[in-house]
């Protein structure tokens, strides 16, 4: 535990953190906490709630985020002469810059207590030029979707193979169904499990704003 001024905290020793928090189980708990194995970190992630694992498999499913920290610091500031602390669920390590995550459901947000919270720390953050974010309830169908993709999540089950012939093939425009018999000599769920790593992966891409089917068109990636 290390006591710094906010803007001499380096990401570089941010990006190291432990919980701050230990992750308790414990019978009749309000909250559901756990740990997921994020494909991003090659690790085990906490979280402490349902809404939390949500955003924590948007981040894993995120190109542009390559590190996630879980209840990475604790700020304290004083406001009028009394002195508040909070500790963000996530701080994320993105392509675009730092961002730093509260999560919290949409209908609590209007609470005096959360706002003026997320309103300091929202200051705090952004005066160092990061990002901040409030995660609420999220898109049901793309977090459903993204959730299914993460059981395609451990590359080191594929055949590497396997997934270099896919991606020789001329998938752009192709319906998912359709791809799934683009190697005819190879098992369709074979072939199948491969796309859905592809699409976790981000080398493939498609619309995830519906329920996923062998419908929906495929494309490769920017």
């Known amino acids: 535990m290390e006591d710094v001024e906010w803007p001499s905290a380096g990401v570089q020793v941010l990006k190291t953190a432990a919980p701050w928090r230990s992750f308790r189980w414990r019978d009749g708990q309000k909250h559901y906490s756990g740990c997921y194995w994020s494909a991003t970190m090659r690790d085990h992630v906490g979280y402490e709630s349902r ?84 995660y609420s309830d999220p898109p049901e169908v793309l977090l459903e979707n993204v959730r299914f993709l993460t059981g395609y999540r451990r590359d080191w089950l594929f055949d590497m193979d396997l997934l270099e012939r896919l991606r020789e093939r001329p998938l752009d425009g192709l319906t998912l169904g359709e791809a799934m018999r683009c190697l005819p000599e190879e098992p369709e769920p074979v072939v199948k499990a491969a796309l859905l790593h592809l699409l976790w992966s981000g080398w493939l891409a498609t619309d995830l704003d519906r329920p996923l089917s062998p419908s929906h068109v495929l494309r490769r990636s920017a």
């Open 51 to 134: 809404m939390e694992l949500g955003r924590l498999l948007l981040a894993d499913f995120d190109p542009e985020v390559r590190h996630i920290v879980s209840q990475p610091f604790l700020l304290k500031t004083q406001i009028d002469g009394k002195t508040y602390r909070h500790v963000p669920d996530f701080l994320l390590l993105t392509d675009a810059g730092p961002v730093v995550v509260d999560v919290k459901p949409r209908h609590r947000l209007a609470q005096p207590k959360v706002a003026f919270c997320f309103a300091w720390t929202r200051r705090a953050v952004e005066a160092r030029g990061w990002r901040y974010e409030v």
